[in-house]
């Protein structure tokens, strides 16, 4: 189980910090991903971290303002967002994906979370 959380509203420029937190013992067998999907658009990917946090990749436009990072002794993978834009505003979901390979397709993670709303005002 999956538990995302820290979206809300933020102006153009600012900053959020989500979380998401995972049940069960294993959570470093597990390569985490953060999707967004903003309205009216398909859901897309963001950013992901093997299980050991060694190997990140994001999509061209956040990088450099997104990071993502993991403390697998909490269960719990971050999205440090910083210059935040109106064009980040969507849902934000975290997933995971049983293995040590990263991905960026949706359809390569296994488990999702709920989603927390994100909203970056100009």
């Known amino acids: 189980q999956l538990q995302a959380s820290g979206g809300g509203l933020v102006q153009a420029g600012g900053s959020l910090r989500l979380s998401c937190a995972a049940s069960?013992?294993?959570?470093?067998?597990?390569?985490m991903g953060w999707f967004r999907q903003a309205p009216g658009k398909e859901r897309e990917f963001v950013a992901t971290i093997s299980g050991s946090g060694g190997t990140t990749y994001y999509r061209d436009s956040v990088k450099g303002r997104f990071t993502i990072s993991r403390d697998n002794a909490k269960n719990t993978v971050y999205l440090q967002m910083i210059s935040l834009k109106p064009e980040d505003t969507a849902v934000y979901y975290c997933a995971a994906r049983r293995g040590r390979v990263t991905a960026t397709e949706e359809r390569q993670f296994d488990y999702w979370g709920q989603g927390t709303q994100v909203t970056v005002s100009s």
């Open positions: 069960g013992r294993t959570f470093a067998n597990y390569v």
